[in-house]
């Protein structure tokens, strides 16, 4: 059930997201290190939280391979001491 929520509440994320991005559809300009470029705020809205979700799905991957390897070791000395 709980993975039912989290399914509809991503849903209604991204509805709104989606729904935030076509309201701002006017050109803004994007500044980078080496130069400027006009971009439509839709694209700006849509890659940022693009960009947020890959960092942070990372970072959650990043956090379960450690503690996988931790709970190997763990494991590891437990059964040793048995």
């Known amino acids: ?3 039912q929520w989290n399914l509809i509440s991503a849903l ?7 729904v ?3 309201i701002n559809v006017e050109p803004v300009t994007v ?15 849509i890659g940022s ?13 990043m956090k379960i391979y450690q503690l996988q390897r931790a709970l190997k070791k763990t ?3 437990i059964d040793q001491q048995s």
Do not use: D, H, Q, T
């Open 1 to 3: 059930m709980k993975r």
């Open 75 to 77: 494991g590891g000395e």
């Open 31 to 45: 500044n980078y290190l080496f130069g400027k470029a006009e971009w439509p705020l839709i694209l700006v809205i």
């Open 49 to 61: 939280v693009l960009l947020g979700a890959l960092l942070a799905g990372l970072i959650g991957m």
């Open 12 to 18: 209604i994320v991204v509805l709104i997201i989606a």
């Open 20 to 22: 935030f991005s076509v």
